[in-house]
């Protein structure tokens, strides 16, 4: 099997980051994770991490570890909220290290950010490695398709989910100050991205790439820089994706579709779960038992496929609250990003703000590392732009930053 093959090759990566560098190790190991096993890839994510903490506090070092304010309030207040939770309604083994796992999230975000802001060069790298890994993942989907293959990569849908983020969100992010052939490569990235997506037969996918090429347009709409042949380019892209997305669509929303009477089923009993803790909800990751319990068949996966109803239901307000401030945060932070002059950064912070609350109505981001990590991973990158850039990329000519110091 493909994942076991590669997984030595991405510990490999982790362990000798000190030789080849932790940017360099990080890029590497996310490029590796779809073709990998996503739990190795964690772990060498992990170690990369103990690489940087063992270097941020050895004597005389002057890299500390911070943390940007839009993670601390998300992090630092759901750590908050699943403590109270966690008190009110106690928690099984199995919740305690679903707990650390979203935790270890958290950390990987921090990773990101650190490596990102302070690390001259590293912010390039990392969404190099997250381009890369969407062509490996794209081309190798595609002709597992072709041959009928099953279990080469991890899921159908958790596929899709990140080949969105790294093969549509990244690239449309990088297109605004780039040279052209490093737009065509851009643009030929997402097309084997959304071909990919397409052949996966992910509904919420396709639907999450429109979304985004729709919001690119918007913006440079909005901004009055409309390149003539992209945006035709891509407004017929998206008129066809739209078409395509409807043309499929009518299959899953028959009145007797079971995908679509499953999910409005989890969703309504979840709705009912949450009012009956509105405060403190459930606990964390509780929902999949309570469902099982209740509206569990051999053929439901006992989840809402929705983040904001799992908040919800098991965090109460506060938890669905966090979400928003996740998401409405990555919004102004675009906002500012492109008053100071960054339109990569506002770009980036934007549209990912945009993809994530739309997936999060059809899908459980930050439950499950295929999704949460590399979720994590472009967090970090998106919190880690500062406006002093924007002066420095505009002297340079080549849209590169210099060193940055945090702290």
């Known amino acids: 099997m493909l994942s076991l093959a590669v997984a030595p090759l991405q510990l490999a990566v982790a362990f000798l980051a000190p030789v080849a560098g932790l940017p360099t190790a990080l890029a590497l190991t996310v490029a590796l994770m779809p073709l990998g096993n996503v739990y190795v890839g964690g772990v060498a994510l992990g170690v ?17 570890v911070l943390m940007p304010g839009l993670l601390v309030w998300f992090w630092g207040g759901w750590m908050v909220v699943a403590a109270v939770s966690t008190a009110f309604n106690g928690a099984t083994p199995r919740q305690v290290g679903q707990l650390a796992e979203f935790l270890f999230y958290g950390g990987i975000a921090t990773l990101s950010y650190n490596l990102a802001a302070s690390v001259e060069g590293a912010r390039q790298r990392i969404l190099a490695g997250l381009i890369a890994a969407a062509w490996l993942l794209g081309v190798a989907s595609i002709v597992a398709a072709r041959a009928e293959a099953t279990d080469l990569l991890f899921g159908r849908n958790e596929g899709a989910f990140f080949l969105l983020l790294s093969g549509v969100v990244v690239p449309l992010a990088v297109l605004e100050g780039g040279r052209l052939r490093r737009r065509w490569f851009a643009w030929a990235t997402i097309g084997v991205s959304v071909g990919a997506i397409v ?19 918007a913006w440079r709409i909005a901004i009055g820089r409309r390149r003539g042949l992209s945006a035709l380019v891509l407004s017929i ?28 089923a989890l969703l309504q009993q979840s709705y009912a779960l949450f009012l009956e803790r509105p405060l403190v ?127």
Do not use: Q
Not at 199 to 217: E, F, K, P, T
Not at 252 to 261: I, K
């Open 199 to 217: 052949v996966s037969d992910s509904r919420a996918a396709m639907a999450g790439a429109v979304l985004c090429g729709a919001g690119w347009l």
């Open 281 to 407: 909800g459930h606990g964390w990751n509780a929902l999949e038992s309570l469902l099982r319990s209740s509206v569990y068949t051999e053929l439901v996966y006992p989840h809402p496929h929705n983040t904001y109803a799992r908040f919800a239901a098991e965090l109460g307000v506060a938890g669905l609250g966090l979400l928003l401030v996740l998401y409405g945060g990555l919004f102004l932070r675009g906002l500012r990003a492109h008053r100071a002059g960054l339109e990569e950064a506002a770009l980036l912070a934007l549209l990912l703000a945009l993809t994530l609350s739309a997936m999060s109505m059809v899908a459980v981001v930050f439950y499950g590392a295929s999704r949460a990590l590399v979720t994590a991973v472009l967090l970090g990158v998106a919190c880690s732009y500062r406006s002093g850039e924007g002066d420095r990329r505009a002297a340079d000519g080549h849209g590169r930053a210099g060193p940055e110091r945090v702290g």
């Open 237 to 264: 892209g998206v008129a066809g994706g739209a078409f395509f997305v409807v043309l499929r669509g009518p299959a899953s929303l028959v009145p007797g579709d079971f995908s679509t009477l499953e999910r409005v």
């Open 48 to 64: 990369v991490a103990a690489w940087y903490a063992a270097a941020a506090s050895a004597p005389g070092a002057d890299r500390p």
